[in-house]
């Protein structure tokens, strides 16, 4: 079956340092993979989305990067800040072929950047 | 511009009885999704409306969950004879580009 895995535990991480989180996926031939943000008490919230003929992808301090022969993206935070704290969810679409755009999420990484 | 709005933020109620939670998608959007999400976990996908009608209703766990979308708008996601393991957020998005989905605040749900 059709499985997204990222890590479960928590990452504490130094102001100022990079963070990276992992999201691996079996049995999925996604055409793209997107990377949200979830505040406590909120909803996610879109950060980046990158295709599956797509490497890497850049949005400010944020980079992810799509292998789809090893299927893993990396997401980094780069001169991470306090407020960058919160959970990292990374969900995937139905594949090519699949009607409409239903995502499939992760379990999520919760982020805590201490100053 | 507004965004995605859920109405009521919390709802509490008791095993056996029907509920309703509304969804008020961003003007203009075609696509409304509906997710549950149970805590420590990320959104479940539930069903999926283009328009007025439910194009992908595979997330639905069981016959007491069922949702509408009458004019293409707004969305009522109906529990009846709630059960305890109900108990989640529910999440709505809406979308008029392929890709991004623009997700409200959720409804906490409550089955005692």
């Known amino acids: 079956s059709q499985k997204i895995e990222q890590n479960s535990e928590a990452l504490n991480i130094q102001e100022g340092k990079t963070a990276t989180l992992t999201c691996n996926y079996t049995?999925?031939?996604?055409?793209?993979l997107q990377w949200y943000r979830q505040d406590p008490g909120r909803g996610p919230v879109f950060l980046l989305l990158?295709?599956?003929?797509?490497k890497e992808k850049r949005k400010e301090r944020l980079k992810v990067t799509f292998d789809t022969t090893l299927k893993q993206s990396l997401f980094h935070i780069t001169a991470s800040q306090p407020a960058d704290s919160a959970t990292y969810l990374c969900a995937l679409d139905g594949g090519r072929g699949a009607a409409g755009n239903k995502l499939t999420f992760g379990g999520g990484t919760r982020v805590l950047v201490k100053p | 511009g507004a965004g995605v709005s859920q109405t009521p933020s919390n709802k509490v109620t008791e095993k056996g009885k029907y509920v309703e939670l509304r969804c008020d998608p961003i003007s203009g959007h075609t696509a409304l999704y509906w997710y549950r999400q149970s805590l420590g976990q990320g959104p479940e996908f539930l069903i999926y409306?283009?328009?007025?009608?439910?194009?992908?209703d595979s997330g639905l766990p069981n016959d007491r969950f069922f949702a509408v979308r009458p004019e293409g708008s707004v969305s009522t996601l109906k529990i009846q004879r709630t059960e305890r393991g109900d108990s989640a957020v529910y999440l709505c998005?809406?979308?008029?580009?392929?890709?991004?989905?623009?997700f409200g605040p959720g409804t906490r749900l409550t089955v005692l």
């Open positions: 409306f283009q328009g007025t009608g439910a194009a992908d």
């Open positions: 990158i295709r599956e003929n797509e």
């Open positions: 998005a809406s979308s008029n580009i392929p890709d991004t989905q623009y």
């Open positions: 049995n999925y031939s996604p055409a793209y």
